[in-house]
């Protein structure tokens, strides 16, 4: 009797602990964000967690009325869910696939679906399944597919050759656009030392390039390379490329767009070439007129080239720029240009000018504006010769211009202007030499002449970088 109440209680106790084994599991599946649940050998739920409920729709006296989990799927899936479900029952496998869920009211949404056998005394009772919503991540997945779709479609159709390099510059990809660029089908790039086809100068430095940028692990963008094409023509692609990394971060290679800009790159040569022509011509014209004002006036030959390269000199000291120095060039080879209206017989009058003669030589600054502000000319060269003869205290002519109001040129100008007219000969007088003339420059320094092209003057004559020929 004992043995038997004995054997009762601790059945009793099995049975407890079983139950509250079988309570804490329904708590955990309930508080599970995905659908658990359980059917027996035909298939009919037995359970079903929280969540199932919420996302089907369906209440527990569906339940009881002996819903199948196959019903739970759209008939497209159905028999595939089912012989996958017998497999799972039969081998005592598991089983994972993606399936189309079907709700209570009829909408449906994207699952995977993971089942394996429940087993009592080693044979199958039934199954137990995980589902779990996927409908986020199939549309990001078909979103993502015709991404890749579009990028194909641009790839293959794009008029720029897409490529892919490894870390030595080998090309592991090109688009067909290759042919149309340079004349060579992808598989005569892909895999070999495409590198050899760059223009020799460009090969040694796209291979300096890449050990800088391979250390960096960054790309780069406006490289423009020549290329050999297949015809034996030289093409100029620009190129723009980014690092490509592993998952663990390493670089790996770069992926990259080349354009062919060969036609803007003739248009360009062709463009340098007729401004150097222009040049030439507008400095040949600028000289012819230089001439022409020497020949009227033969007592300052050479005072205009002298001038012009002690102008030069100066703007050089100060820190011009070869677009600015030539802009003074072009000025100072004419700032005389006005003196054609001036009467032979005054330009070289042997004596002292009387003040009616001398208002009219003063006038060769107004008159040689009037002339070249007809000129297009890429500098303000009219407005240079104008103010050549002004003065920072606004005591120089012909419009009484104070230093902030005169062309930083001008004012080079002028004082290169001074310089070579008192250390020359003149009908009136004869040469004062270059240490009267430097003495001028100094003395009126701040008064009339700007300091500091006053003081590059002199520095240049003091540390003997310029004199007159």
């Known amino acids: 009797m004992k043995n038997s109440l004995s054997y009762s209680a601790e059945r009793k106790n099995a049975e407890e602990a079983l139950f509250q084994s079988e309570q804490k599991y329904r708590e955990l599946a309930n508080s599970l964000p995905t659908c658990i649940f359980e059917a027996d050998l035909d298939g009919r739920i037995t359970f079903a967690n929280r969540t199932a409920f919420e996302w089907f729709g369906?209440?527990?006296?569906?339940?009881?009325?002996?819903?199948?989990?196959?019903?739970?799927?759209?008939e497209a899936d159905r028999q595939r869910a089912d012989e996958s479900f017998r497999r799972v029952l039969s081998a005592g496998?598991?089983?994972?696939?993606?399936?189309?869920?079907?709700?209570?009211?009829?909408?449906?949404?994207?699952?995977?679906?993971?089942?394996?056998?429940?087993?009592?005394?080693?044979?199958?009772i039934g199954l137990l399944g995980i589902l779990i919503d996927i409908t986020e991540r199939k549309k990001a997945e078909e979103e993502q597919r015709q991404q890749d779709k579009k990028f194909r479609?641009?790839?293959?159709?794009?008029?720029?050759?897409?490529?892919?390099?490894?870390?030595?510059?080998?090309?592991?990809?090109?688009?067909?656009?290759?042919?149309?660029?340079?004349?060579?089908?992808?598989?005569?790039?892909?895999?070999?030392?495409?590198?050899?086809?760059?223009?020799?100068?460009?090969?040694?430095?796209?291979?300096?390039?890449?050990?800088?940028?391979n250390s960096k692990k960054e790309g780069w963008s406006g490289l423009v390379l020549r290329w050999h094409h297949k015809d034996g023509s030289i093409r100029f692609l620009e190129s723009t490329a980014v690092p490509i990394l592993d998952q663990a971060g390493e670089l790996v290679g770069y992926r990259g767009a080349d354009r062919d800009i060969t036609e803007r790159k003739q248009a360009?040569?062709?463009?340098?070439?007729?401004?150097?022509?222009?040049?030439?011509?507008?400095?040949?014209?600028?000289?012819?007129?230089?001439?022409a004002i020497e020949m009227r006036d033969p007592s300052t030959t050479g005072h205009q080239e002298r001038v012009t390269k002690l102008a030069c000199a100066i703007a050089r000291e100060i820190g011009f720029s070869e677009e600015q120095v030539e802009c003074i060039q072009i000025a100072g080879?004419?700032?005389?240009?006005?003196?054609?209206?001036?009467?032979?017989?005054?330009?070289?009058?042997?004596?002292?000018?009387?003040?009616?003669?001398?208002?009219?030589?003063?006038?060769?600054?107004?008159?040689?504006?009037?002339?070249?502000?007809?000129?297009?000319?890429?500098?303000?060269?009219?407005?240079?010769?104008?103010?050549?003869?002004?003065?920072?205290?606004?005591?120089g002519y012909p419009q009484r211009l104070t230093g902030k109001d005169i062309l930083l040129e001008a004012k080079i100008l002028g004082v290169a202007d001074v310089v070579e007219a008192m250390s020359s000969h003149?009908?009136?007088?004869?040469?004062?030499?270059?240490?009267?003339a430097l003495e001028e420059i100094f003395r009126n320094k701040g008064v009339l002449y700007d300091p500091e092209v006053a003081d590059a003057c002199l520095k240049l004559f003091a540390e003997n970088k310029f004199k007159f020929e």
């Open 58 to 74: 369906y209440s527990e006296v569906d339940l009881l009325e002996g819903k199948n989990v196959i019903q739970m799927l759209a």
């Open 426 to 436: 003149r009908p009136y007088r004869p040469a004062l030499g270059i240490p009267v």
């Open 268 to 291: 360009e040569e062709s463009l340098h070439q007729s401004m150097i022509q222009l040049r030439t011509t507008l400095k040949a014209s600028i000289n012819a007129l230089a001439s």
């Open 333 to 395: 080879i004419i700032h005389d240009i006005g003196k054609i209206y001036v009467p032979a017989e005054i330009l070289s009058k042997p004596g002292k000018l009387n003040e009616f003669e001398f208002m009219i030589v003063k006038t060769h600054s107004q008159v040689g504006y009037k002339i070249l502000s007809k000129i297009e000319f890429p500098w303000p060269i009219a407005d240079i010769v104008h103010q050549h003869h002004e003065r920072v205290n606004g005591s």
């Open 93 to 124: 496998e598991t089983s994972s696939g993606e399936y189309t869920a079907l709700r209570k009211e009829g909408r449906t949404f994207s699952a995977l679906v993971t089942a394996r056998a429940m087993v009592k005394g080693g044979r199958p």
């Open 153 to 213: 479609a641009f790839v293959e159709t794009t008029n720029e050759w897409i490529w892919a390099i490894d870390l030595e510059g080998n090309h592991t990809f090109c688009n067909p656009a290759l042919e149309t660029i340079l004349g060579y089908l992808p598989e005569e790039f892909v895999g070999k030392d495409s590198l050899a086809y760059l223009h020799d100068e460009d090969r040694s430095k796209v291979q300096e390039m890449l050990k800088e940028k």
